[in-house]
């Protein structure tokens, strides 16, 4: 215990990337989120887990501006950012991926994933209609970010391939790859591996560890998948009906006993 106590006091002396605060959300009377606060480190990847109805959603439309809290706030490198508008979140390096995939289906993988990269671009109109060298040269860099991510994630062979005749393993990449675009200092994971089999999550956990390890991004991933999870996460937050629940490495997680009743299961049941 000593030493565990000696470990979280040493990762507290380090400013958190993300630091979630008191939150709490409230609709209509009913009580979404209770007072949950946790802290995000660089380059770290946190798993956020929990039954149906836990909160976990709901605290992730907080951190993507979906959802404004009713109370608490949610800072990024010191700063809060409960005054932007969801449409202004990739701007300072949030990016997200959703648990039912929410691309264009009616355009190809490579366009899906230029949209990505706006979040990271200026330009007006003017530029635009007279193709000025800075739009030129805008144009050149978004397309070699775009086909470097695209090789990343195994995706140059369906690169033009209409996206609604995708296997949905592929999509869910493809959405990835969109996230990717924007450059995102912390990527947010809603359920990447619903819908996936077996084989399919094993390389889902070889991909997220490669995106912390290669591209510097801390990784936020809510998920039911606890075999997922609990390989690849290195700090763990359990909810249970809005509140925090247990907070730890994945084994001391594992082990709570709260933890075990309300979401794992216990050998008794």
Do not use: W
């Not at 507290?12 to 979404?32: C, E, H, Q, T």
């Not at 995708?166 to 994971?189: H, S």
């Amino acid at each position: 215990m000593m030493q565990v106590q000696l470990a979280q006091g040493q990762a507290s002396s380090v400013a958190p990337l993300l630091a979630v605060r008191d939150v709490s959300v409230v609709f209509g009377g009913i009580v979404a989120l209770n007072g949950v606060s946790f802290d995000m480190h660089k380059g770290k990847i946190l798993g956020l887990i929990g039954p149906n109805g836990a909160g976990k959603t709901t605290l992730f439309n907080c951190l993507s501006r979906l959802y404004q809290p009713s109370k608490g706030d949610i800072l990024l490198e010191g700063e809060s950012i409960l005054t932007r508008p969801a449409h202004k979140i990739a701007e300072i390096g949030i990016g997200r991926t959703f648990q039912n995939v929410a691309l264009f289906p009616n355009l190809s993988v490579l366009d899906n994933v230029r949209v990505g990269t706006h979040a990271k671009t200026s330009s007006d109109i003017i530029s635009d209609s007279l193709k000025l060298r800075k739009v030129r040269r805008t144009e050149a860099e978004i397309n070699e970010r775009v086909h470097e991510i695209l090789g990343y994630l195994n995706l140059h062979d369906v690169a033009h391939t209409i996206v609604a005749g995708l296997p949905f393993g592929t999509q869910k990449r493809v959405e990835l790859a969109r996230a990717l675009a924007a450059q995102p200092k912390i990527l947010l994971l809603d359920e990447p591996a619903g819908g996936l089999n077996h084989e399919e999550v094993h390389v889902l956990g070889d991909v997220i560890r490669r995106i912390r390890d290669d591209r510097d991004v801390t990784v936020l991933l809510v998920e039911h998948h606890m075999g997922l999870v609990m390989s690849i996460a290195d700090h763990v937050v359990a909810l249970n009906f809005g509140k925090k629940l247990a907070e730890g490495t994945p084994a001391q997680v594992q082990a709570d006993p709260d933890v075990i009743k309300a979401y794992l299961g216990s050998k008794d049941q």
